[in-house]
């Protein structure tokens, strides 16, 4: 059977990937930022897993109100992006472990989840972003799920933590010796096209980090139980801890968290977080 090796949670933030729009970071911010993926990519590196799934977020560019789902798995066998072309980022073609996905969506369909597919998926800043710093030879075979966190309805951060666990324990009954990672993107907090664009809330991130590593997700839950209690707080972006959620979600109970970087950039609070079978250095 297969079995889940690591989990990482990242930041997405486009100019991180884009050399034009990284001058105005801090350069010591940058750094450790920098510092905190490639320790987050020595660690997948040694999980050697065979695959990713990945927790990611759109951004109107690949659904819209005429097609929303909370959930929606990619099922093909290749995946190119980014499609939102207007960031500059370099495009990439990714392997998709389309056999992984399709079973999470038989599986989902048996036991109460309800996933939406895709045969023709594009990715988003959303996926390349943090795969270039964690896999920026593009060789291991990926599994997006767009987790809706960019308009009403969304699922709540209770549904995401469940589903994650739903991953986990169908990743679990998948009869294939393999071994997978799973990634979340996003947030944390930042407003974006509304009031307060570019103020991040550099107390709540830090909370939130700290609380998923003592395993409070509990807490996280109920303090935010609604989406407009966390946007006051996070903004219209930190609605992507759904995505940390659902990673949090999927771990199993031996594995145990640590932060590897964060750092309040102007813009957007940016985080790397791991989850594995041993306790790692915080930073």
């Known amino acids: 059977m297969a079995e889940i090796v690591i989990g990482i949670a990242a930041s997405h933030a486009p100019n991180l990937a884009n050399p034009s729009m990284i001058k105005g970071i801090n350069e010591s911010q940058l ?9 987050a990519r020595s660690l997948l590196e040694q999980a050697r897993p065979d695959v990713i799934v ?4 759109d951004h109107f560019d690949r659904c819209f109100f005429d097609n929303l789902p909370p959930f929606l798995v990619a099922v093909g ?21 389309g ?13 109460g989840v309800d996933f939406s597919s895709s045969a023709d998926l594009p990715l988003d800043h959303a996926e390349v972003v943090p795969l270039s710093y964690l896999t ?13 966190a960019f308009a009403p309805p969304m699922p709540s951060l209770k549904r995401c933590t469940q589903v994650g666990a739903f991953v986990r324990e169908a990743i679990e009954r998948w009869p294939k010796e393999k071994k997978v990672a799973i990634l979340g993107t996003g947030g944390l907090s930042h407003w974006v096209g509304s009031p307060g664009m570019g103020r991040v809330n550099e107390e709540f991130d830090r909370w939130f980090v700290t609380s998923l590593i003592e395993g409070r997700k509990d807490e996280i839950l109920a303090r935010y139980a609604k989406p407009e209690e966390l946007e006051a ?4 972006g930190g609605q992507e801890i759904r995505d940390w959620l659902a990673v949090a979600g999927a771990m199993p109970s031996s594995f ?9 950039i102007p813009g957007c609070g940016i985080g790397v977080m791991v989850w594995s079978r041993t306790p790692e250095m915080k930073n």
């Open 31 to 39: 750094n450790h930022i920098r510092t905190g993926f490639a320790q």
């Open 54 to 57: 990945i927790f990611s977020s």
């Open 77 to 97: 066998d290749w995946a190119e992006g980014p499609i939102n072309e207007y960031l500059k980022i370099p495009k990439v073609k990714v392997r998709v472990d």
């Open 99 to 111: 056999e992984l996905g399709r079973f999470l969506v038989s599986e989902g369909l048996e036991n």
């Open 136 to 148: 920026p030879n593009w060789n291991l075979a990926i599994v997006p799920i767009v987790v809706n």
């Open 233 to 236: 707080v996070a903004g219209n």
């Open 256 to 264: 145990s968290a640590n932060s590897l970087a964060y750092e309040p």
